[in-house]
């Protein structure tokens, strides 16, 4: 069993940046494929990127690559997810996700822990 919490939202205006943390329980997080999702008021959850368990390896949606970054510190048990340049689509509710398959993961049904969600507005 995993447990994820997510912290760093807030209020941004345009252009500006946020680092997401999603820190995790258990000895095995090493082990875990990890993913940041969104989902934005009235929209359904969407892929934001990934990460394979060494962090080697990552993903992004389109809306985002460029702009965001997904890393991780095994040592620390946590995920990181940095946006620069956010515009007012990016606000959303983001959701850190955890896997025990392997590879770099793009759907919402390839993870097995969720955490509550941190929200992210930006203003224009």
């Known amino acids: 069993q995993v447990q994820l919490v997510e912290s760093g939202g807030g209020l941004v205006q345009a252009g500006g940046s946020l680092r997401l943390s999603c820190a995790a329980s258990?000895?095995?997080?090493?082990?875990?494929?990890m993913g940041w999702f969104r989902q934005a008021p009235g929209k359904e959850r969407e892929f934001v990127c990934a990460i394979n368990w060494t962090g080697g390896r990552t993903s992004y949606g389109d809306s985002v690559k460029g702009r965001f970054t997904i890393s991780r510190d095994n040592a620390k048990n946590t995920v990181y997810l940095q946006m620069n340049s956010l515009k007012p689509e990016d606000t959303a509710v983001y959701y850190c996700a955890a896997s025990t398959r392997v590879g770099v993961l793009r759907a919402q049904y390839e993870y097995d822990y969720w955490g509550q969600g941190t929200q992210v507005t930006v203003s224009s």
């Open positions: 258990g000895r095995t997080f090493s082990s875990y494929a």
